[in-house]
């Protein structure tokens, strides 16, 4: 029996309840304009009827796993131990990708020999409509996650830096990731196209819980990459990433460190919740009203 050839590209779906949007995720997974690409379903625990059909439903070309509830960070640390392909994309159930997202980015990341992984653009999708330019800086991750958090990557990559923190189910666990990434010295590039469409929702994860929970999950962060947030630190990175694009002028940010160690988390809260009225994607989106 002749063993199929390993797959390039592996695509885990992690999906909890979430039958809405899945069948679309999944379509444009498989209209990708590169062959044999694996693709994984995790359901996490699911006990909706109607995602617990589809999910019967998918079709033999998916691989659906089953599993009690471990929230995001364990269902895609699930996918990607399930992986066969030497690449793997973390794709939300509620999202979608362009059908040249895995042959552009993987012509990016080979043309590019200096960047570990690669992301893409992003087309906001929902509440709002517009572009979303993104552009890797190690210095800026540091203090906002400007990053998408689907990341076409090797899997041994995510293997070396510990996978993904299945502690951090309030959120950030991607924005985690990306940094003990970057601490590894695995920095990113941008296709710098539109190939991913992001929904943005008021029941997302980032507005019901991480933004409310956004002080206690970056001091999180913080204590876990101490060596990265400590001054004289902050400052060599800055230097060495000063030239490099960035969303906001970099030195915001030595404004906002300050303001995070000075006010209590509370009130650091507060400020980071008016501040998101400002963000990228609220500044260059158009509002969808029905």
């Known amino acids: 029996m002749t063993m199929p050839a390993q797959p390039e590209v592996t695509v885990i779906l992690p999906c909890y309840n979430a039958h809405r949007h899945l069948e679309q995720a999944v379509d444009s997974v498989r209209r990708q304009t590169i062959e044999g690409v694996e693709i994984i379903v995790i359901n996490d ?137 970057s601490r590894h010295g695995f920095h990113g590039v941008s296709t710098h196209r539109p190939l991913m469409h992001y929904r943005v929702s008021v029941h997302g994860m980032l507005k019901k819980r991480s933004s409310a929970l956004h002080s206690a999950l970056w001091r999180k962060i913080q204590r876990k990459n101490p060596e990265l947030f400590r001054l004289q630190a902050l400052f060599r990175t800055w230097r060495q990433w000063r030239g490099r694009p960035s969303t906001y002028p970099l030195w915001i940010y030595f404004f906002w460190f300050l303001l995070y160690k000075v006010l209590p988390l509370p009130a650091f809260n507060g400020v980071f919740r008016q501040v998101l009225k400002m963000s990228q994607s609220r500044r260059v989106g158009t509002t969808n009203r029905t």
């Open 45 to 181: 625990g699911s006990d909706n009827p109607e995602t617990l059909t589809l999910l019967e439903t998918l079709g033999p070309d998916i691989q659906v796993i089953h599993q009690e509830n471990r929230g995001l960070p364990g269902a895609r640390n699930t996918g990607f131990r399930a992986a066969s392909g030497r690449y793997v994309l973390p794709l939300d159930c509620d999202d979608w990708i362009e059908p040249d997202f895995l042959e552009t980015s993987l012509k990016v990341l080979h043309d590019t020999p200096e960047a570990a992984f690669v992301f893409s653009n992003l087309a906001l999708e929902d509440e709002l409509s517009g572009e979303l330019d993104k552009s890797y800086n190690f210095f800026e991750q540091l203090f906002l996650n400007q990053l998408p958090y689907a990341l076409l990557l090797p899997k041994a990559l995510w293997e070396e830096v510990g996978h993904y923190d299945e502690t951090m189910r309030d959120g950030y666990e991607d924005w985690d990731f990306n940094i003990r990434l």
